[in-house]
Every structure is written in structure tokens, then in C-alpha cells.
């Protein structure tokens, strides 16, 4: 069983700066990806960011340029950076390990994020 703990969620005013942080219970060196997603009231969830085991990043359309995600793997941390935020960036955000064989997926609880304008 994998366990993630997210944190860095906030209050924060539009254009404004966050750093979302994932605690991973197992080694990340060889899992097969990591993602953030997010999911606002009333809408799905949404994969924002991802990234293989070889390093290759993906982003959402309209967080290109603006969130970039990041690994340690010395630490199992994921890291979701994200500036120039905007109200649509509220949600809640999520992170997402997958891993194992059959692939499974694990999820953290979510922290909250509300970018006021």
C-alpha cells in the first residue's frame, strides 16, 4: 500500500504563487508516473500535470507556462510549483502515483487551493 500526504494549499490572491508538496510512503525512483490533478465544485477531476519515470512532464493546456512539476526522489517528494495563478486554478488538488503490476493507482487526501481575485 502506497500512502501520499499533500500540503502547501492556501488562500492566495490572483497572480500570486503556490508550492504544492506530495509525501510519498515508498520509493518514486521506479514508479511508472506522477500526476497532479485537480477537481473544482461541480466539475471533474482533471489531470494538470504529469511525469514518466524517464522524466517526461505533460501539462494541461491552461497551466502550460505557469505550474511545473518536479521529483525527489532522495526525498519521495512530488512538488507541484505553481505562479501567476488565476480563480479558475481553484480546487482542490491531488496527488496521483501510479505504480505496480497490474498498475494501480494511489491518491492523496487533497489539499485545498482558492485563488481569490
Known amino acids: 500500500q502506497v500512502q501520499l500526504v499533500e500540503s502547501g494549499g492556501g488562500l492566495v490572491q490572483a497572480g500570486g504563487s503556490l508550492r504544492l508538496s506530495c509525501a510519498v510512503s515508498r520509493s518514486i525512483s521506479s514508479v511508472y508516473a506522477l500526476g497532479w490533478y485537480r477537481q473544482a465544485p461541480g466539475k471533474q477531476r482533471e489531470l494538470v500535470a504529469s511525469m514518466t519515470s524517464a522524466g517526461s512532464t505533460n501539462y494541461v493546456d491552461s497551466v502550460k507556462g505557469r505550474f511545473t512539476i518536479s521529483r525527489d526522489n532522495t526525498k519521495n517528494m512530488v512538488y507541484l510549483q505553481m505562479i501567476s495563478l488565476k480563480p479558475e486554478d481553484t480546487a482542490v488538488y491531488y496527488c496521483?502515483?501510479?505504480?505496480?503490476?497490474?498498475?494501480?493507482?494511489?491518491w492523496g487526501q487533497g489539499t485545498q487551493v482558492t485563488v481569490s481575485s
Open positions: 496521483n502515483v501510479k505504480s505496480g503490476l497490474p498498475l494501480q493507482d494511489y
